[in-house]
T-cell receptor, first 113, second 114 residues
Framework: GENVEQHPSTLSVQEGDSAVIKCTYS??????FPWYKQELGKRPQLIID?????GEKKDQRIAVTLNKTAKHFSLHITETQPEDSAVYFC????????????FGSGTRLQVQP | NAGVTQTPKFRVLKTGQSMTLLCAQD?????MYWYRQDPGMGLRLIHY???????AKGEVPDGYNVSRLKKQNFLLGLESAAPSQTSVYFC?????????????FGPGTRLTVT
């Protein structure tokens, strides 16, 4: 089955700096890659996603890049703000059949004011 | 639309007790999922359903059973709870047609087994 690895497990940045979180996946059939933000005690919240036919997608301060050949994808947050502090999860799905997500282990991002 | 709802929000069980978690969605989604999230970890798939009357095992199905008698509801059962099942349980749904993949999550059920 699919295996998703995520790094780093913790990340501390100064307000205004950029943050990058990286994930690798194992199943070449995966074609949907969402990123979730989870605050303490809350449900995962989709912040951005990308399909395998796209190499990069951007939404304001957030961007995701995908390298299908290398089987890795990354989340980029620019101009970080204290409210970006949370746990971020990457995930992968084959997009067919069961369409279930396989999650990475999470990155705790702390933005220091 | 209420989206995806879960009942109950919290529950404490003793070892060996049984319970059922209810997930309901009002978006007419075909696919539904149960995940568990342990502290410091990502979500892991327990069981899923690709349509009314169908269920299948995910990565961590042992100790759980599911049923999907109605399209809008997906039930997760614990027949004999164990401390290892202490976790936060999230239900999710996917539309299943139109090329959409986005999963809609419920608010979660925090279960403690003592």
């Amino acid at each position: 089955g699919e295996n998703v690895e995520q790094h780093p497990s913790t990340l501390s940045v100064q307000e205004g700096d950029s943050a990058v979180i990286k994930c690798t996946y194992s199943d070449s059939a995966s074609n949907y890659f969402p990123w979730y933000k989870q605050e303490l005690g809350k449900r995962p919240q989709l912040i951005i996603d990308i399909r395998s036919n796209v190499g990069e997608k951007k939404d304001q301060r957030i961007a995701v890049t995908l390298n299908k050949t290398a089987k890795h994808f990354s989340l980029h947050i620019t101009e970080t703000q204290p409210e970006d502090s949370a746990v971020y999860f990457c995930a992968a799905s084959s997009g067919t059949g069961r369409r279930a997500l396989t999650f990475g282990s999470g990155t705790r991002l702390q933005v220091q004011p | 639309n209420a989206g995806v709802t879960q009942t109950p929000k919290f529950r404490v069980l003793k070892t060996g007790q049984s319970m059922t978690l209810l997930c309901a969605q009002d978006m007419n989604h075909e696919y539904m999922y149960w995940y568990r999230q342990d502290p410091g970890m990502g979500l892991r798939l327990i069981h899923y359903s690709v349509g009314e009357g169908t269920t299948a095992k995910g990565e961590v199905p042992d100790g759980y059973n599911v049923s999907r008698l109605k399209k809008q509801n997906f039930l997760l059962g614990l027949e004999s709870a164990a401390p290892s099942q202490t976790s936060v349980y999230f239900c999710a749904s996917v539309r299943g047609w139109g090329g959409t993949y986005e999963q809609y999550f419920g608010p979660g059920t925090r279960l403690t087994v003592t």
